[in-house]
């Protein structure tokens, strides 16, 4: 087990062992299925009120100073010093994964119902076996198995965008979005990262915020901007989501990537979209269409296949 967030090349030393599945990684791995199901509807709350890139960077410029102040505590200054190299891969993997997936999945909750941008963001291990194929890393045929099941469940969850029931573009952001989260964890797993995992993640959320942002500077969404208008609901979500969606969620995301095979810390994108249907349609009360059920069963069948083989390689 490399001892850095996907520190290094990514590659195994030859005759190194498979990764070995244990029970705090399966405890990560519910928490990013559970916590993270949950953040589509913290998003939806927040962008209810408060503009998306906006909200969205002040989240993770707080929950990345707030672990960055928890990473000097707890492991001294020390472990804050980074290489310039590592400095810069952290901040290329936060532009992808923060500034790129959450942030267009932001964007596209202010027309996209939170379950349906759950469940279109089922492609991230589609996305993930493609750039492992390009690199020669071949995933075994059940693996692919799955992620075609998968595939075919999401062909089933654009219907709503092409049949006008939603907005296609925001179908199309959240799609984009997952091909960015895909490209940045792919990354991560290759690049030389800071040796504290937890140090890595605060620069990641650091500059993914920042980025966010600027980019909402850049769209004008602080014109004529009101905090007073914003509700106490979203003040909540956003609290919500920085304490859970980031702090928790993220950093036990990105642990994870250094600890598990990434097939199998990318069917996180099989499970949360289930939790975030079923908290939109009871929270929210988003309609339950026969594409979200349907595309719903699909993914969560997709998701088995996939989690067998893993815990096998």
Do not use: C
């Not at 040796?195 to 004529?224: C, D, I």
Request: net charge positive.
């Amino acid at each position: 087990m490399r001892t850095s967030t996907a520190a290094g090349s990514g590659t195994k030393p030859a005759g190194a062992p498979p990764r070995r599945i244990t029970g705090t990684v399966w405890t990560a791995l519910a928490l990013v299925y559970v916590v993270w199901g949950s953040t589509y509807l913290g998003i939806r709350i927040v962008v209810e009120t408060m503009p998306p890139f906006l909200s969205a960077g002040a989240r993770f410029i707080t929950a990345g100073l707030l672990l960055a102040a928890a990473v000097a505590w707890r492991y001294g200054p020390a472990a804050l010093k980074v290489t310039r190299a590592q400095l810069g891969s952290a901040v290329l993997v936060g532009l992808l994964l923060i500034l790129g997936g959450n942030g267009l999945v932001v964007l596209a909750e202010t027309s996209v119902p939170s379950g349906l941008a759950a469940l279109l963001v089922a492609a991230v291990p589609m996305w993930v076996v493609v750039l492992r194929a390009t690199t020669g890393d071949r995933p075994p045929r059940r693996t692919l198995g799955g992620v075609l099941v998968g595939l075919a469940g999401l062909a089933v969850l654009t219907s709503p965008g092409l049949s006008g029931a939603v907005r296609l573009s925001g179908v199309l952001l959240v799609v984009a979005a997952s091909v960015l989260w895909s490209l940045g964890s792919f990354s991560a797993s290759r690049l030389d990262l800071p040796g504290n995992p937890f140090a890595g993640s605060a620069y990641q959320m650091l500059a993914g915020g920042v980025a966010g942002v600027v980019v909402g500077l850049l769209r004008g969404e602080h014109r004529g901007l009101d905090p007073a208008a914003f509700s106490t609901a979203s003040w909540l979500a956003l609290g919500y989501l920085v304490l859970f969606g980031s702090l928790v969620g993220f950093t036990a995301y990105v642990w994870l990537l250094q600890a598990a095979p990434l097939s199998l810390v990318s069917t996180y994108a099989y499970v949360n979209p289930v939790v975030a249907v079923a908290l939109g349609a009871l929270i929210l009360d988003e309609a339950l269409t026969w594409p979200i059920v349907l595309g719903g069963a699909i993914v969560v069948a997709a998701v088995g296949v996939i989690v067998s083989t893993e815990r096998k390689t």
